[in-house]
C-alpha cells in the first residue's frame, strides 16, 4: 500500500522542508528531471492529487496490510527503478505468497509504470486473471437464491 503519499508524508513529518520544497522532490523522484516549468506544473498537479484522490494515508496515519491477510489472489505489482516502492519492499512479499498470487516487476517506468508501460502491465494483469478465474469461479447453485 505504499504510494507516492505515503511517501510524501513520511518526508513532511522528518525533514525540515517546506510543503512547495518536498512536492518539488516528489516531482523529481516520480518523474525524472524536469525543467523548472514543468517542476512547477507537476508541483501543482500534485498538491491537487493530495486534495483530491482517495487515499488511505494522510499526515496524521498511514496505513498498512499485512502480508498474506488477503484471502483472495495476489497481483503484486512494482517497477525495478521505483524510488517510492523500490525492489526490495516488492520481493519482500516473495515469504507471504500463497497458491495463485503473483509477484511482477516491470523492467522500467519508474512509480508510473503502468503509464509508461500500458500494454505490458496490461498483459500481466490479464495472465493474471485467466489464471485465477478457473480456480474462482464457483457454480451457480440456483436452489439456494431465495
Known amino acids: 500500500m505504499v504510494d507516492w503519499q505515503a511517501h510524501y508524508y ?11 520544497q518536498i512536492l518539488a ?10 525543467a523548472r516549468p514543468l517542476v512547477n506544473g507537476w508541483v501543482k498537479l500534485l498538491e491537487q492529487d493530495l486534495a483530491q484522490s482517495p487515499s488511505p494515508h494522510s499526515l496524521l496515519k498511514r496505513t498498512s496490510l499485512c502480508p498474506g491477510s488477503a484471502a483472495v489472489p495476489m497481483l503484486i505489482c512494482g517497477s525495478l527503478d521505483d524510488a517510492i516502492t523500490d525492489p526490495t519492499q516488492i520481493q519482500g512479499w516473495k515469504p507471504w505468497l500463497k497458491a495463485g498470487d503473483r509477484l511482477w516487476q516491470c523492467p522500467s517506468g519508474r512509480h508510473f509504470f503502468h503509464a509508461t508501460h500500458p500494454h505490458l502491465t496490461a498483459r500481466k494483469i490479464l495472465d493474471f486473471w485467466h489464471v485465477i478465474e478457473p480456480q474462482t469461479l464457483q457454480p451457480l447453485n440456483l436452489d439456494a437464491i431465495p
Not at 513520511?10 to 512547495?20: D, G, I, M, N
Not at 522532490?25 to 524536469?34: E, I, P, R
Open 25 to 34: 522532490q516528489m516531482a523529481f523522484t516520480l518523474f525524472g528531471h524536469q
Open 10 to 20: 513520511a518526508q513532511l513529518e522528518k525533514l525540515p522542508c517546506t510543503r512547495q
